[in-house]
Structures are given as structure tokens and as C-alpha cells.
């Protein structure tokens, strides 16, 4: 089973500043088999990224993901009001399980 | 469009039984592996199950293995998950997502609560 750990736990960043968000895997995952959702409360999650690094339709450049092994990033540059969120990575590689969750709030 | 609607939600006591349906539409469902997720209040998502285009392969949390059937109808377009023994810890919203790996399409969501 892998598991997936986030940092930090809640994150806290003006609009306008950049925000990176960390995810560890308990054994390496294949960057082909990485996601990262939004979720907003109330909302099921969304999915930005798959694969590492490819963002999903819709998902705006500002939204970054990179990383390989067990060490993955989300990137969310120059932050506007609708990014403050809960954000959840997720592997694909064996079974299918998502870590713990980022807080993202307004400072 | 590609839609998921789940229902069949509810109160039901301890060790009581539910079954939850998802309708899918909008996309080739018979095409996609599907999985159930669920979000207890307050926290995280958690994979629970998930079944292959044809039925013939299902997997599971080890929370929910003995206890929730994961299956499917291709000419209803329709998953189903059918819990039983239910316990306080399994109290969570239940979302059906199209599983390509990733998921890129969520239903909205169905609550089930377990208390006496």
C-alpha cells in the first residue's frame, strides 16, 4: 500500500503570492500516475493535474505540477481568490489512494 | 456532458444495510473502470472501491473488504454499492468517479449517515 503524506497542513498566502505544496509517497510513483484535485467546500474535488505535470481541460496556467519518485510538488502562481481551497494528491500506480490534504487560506 | 448522479443515501442504524446507485451519462460507460470515494465530514477523500468495464475485476479498501459489494449494470448505465454491517466510522459522503486512474469526473455526491 502506498501512502501519501502533504505539507504543509494549512498554508497560509495573500493573493497574489505563489504557493507550493508538497506530497511524499511512502515508495516511488511513477510520475505517470500522480494527480492533484481542488476541492471546495460543498463541491466534489476537481481534478488540475495528471500525470506529475499535465494539467487537466480547463485548468489554468498558473497551476503547476512537477516531481518524481516519492517527492511531488504543486505550484499555484500569482494566487487569485477562487484558488483558496483544500488540495489532495493522489497516486494511481498501485490501487489508488490520496493524502491528507492541504489547506490553502487567505492570510 | 458527462454526468454521475448518485442516490440512495440515508440514516440507517449500526450494522444496518444500504445501496447506493450512481446514473451515469454522457460518455460510453461500459468503456470505463469506476470507482466509489468517500469523504467523511470534516475530512479527507478516501478510495473505497473499484470495478473493471466488465465487472470482472473489483477491489477494495481494506476498511469496506467483507462488507461492501462494489457492481455494475453496462445496459442501465448504472454502479452500484451495496454496504452492509454498517458502522459509525463508514458515516461519509459517497461520490461515483469515472476512473481513468485519475478522476475527472465526480458525481455530486450522496450522504450516508450510520447512528442509532
Known amino acids: 500500500e502506498i501512502v501519501l503524506t502533504q505539507s504543509p497542513g494549512t498554508l497560509s498566502l495573500s493573493p497574489g503570492e505563489r504557493a507550493t505544496l508538497s506530497c511524499r509517497a511512502s515508495?516511488?510513483?511513477?510520475?505517470?500516475?500522480l494527480a492533484w484535485y481542488q476541492q471546495k467546500p460543498g463541491q466534489a474535488p476537481r481534478l488540475l493535474i495528471y500525470g506529475s505535470s499535465n494539467r487537466a481541460t480547463g485548468i489554468p496556467d498558473r497551476f503547476g505540477g512537477s516531481g518524481s519518485g516519492t517527492d511531488f510538488n504543486l505550484t499555484i502562481n500569482r494566487l487569485e481568490p477562487e484558488d483558496f481551497a483544500v488540495y489532495y494528491c493522489q497516486q494511481y500506480v498501485t490501487s489508488r489512494s490520496f493524502g491528507p490534504g492541504t489547506k490553502l487560506e487567505i492570510k | 456532458e458527462v454526468q454521475l448522479v448518485e442516490s440512495g443515501g440515508g440514516l440507517v442504524q449500526p450494522g444496518g444495510s444500504l445501496r447506493l446507485s450512481c446514473a451515469a451519462s454522457?460518455?460510453?460507460?461500459?468503456?470505463?473502470?469506476m470507482s466509489w470515494v468517500r469523504q467523511a465530514p470534516g475530512k479527507g477523500l478516501e478510495w473505497v472501491a473499484n470495478?473493471?468495464?466488465?465487472?470482472?475485476?473489483?477491489y477494495y479498501v481494506d476498511s469496506v473488504k467483507g462488507r461492501f459489494t462494489i457492481s455494475r449494470d453496462n445496459a442501465k448505465n448504472s454502479l452500484q454499492l451495496q454496504m452492509n454491517s454498517l458502522r459509525a466510522e463508514d458515516t461519509a459522503v459517497y461520490y461515483c468517479?469515472?476512473?481513468?486512474?485519475?478522476?475527472?469526473?465526480w458525481g455530486q455526491g450522496t450522504l450516508v449517515t450510520v447512528s442509532s
Open positions: 468517479a469515472r476512473d481513468s486512474g485519475r478522476y475527472n469526473y
Open positions: 454522457g460518455f460510453t460507460f461500459s468503456s470505463y473502470w
Open positions: 470495478i473493471k468495464q466488465d465487472g470482472s475485476e473489483k
Open positions: 515508495q516511488s510513483v511513477s510520475s505517470t500516475y
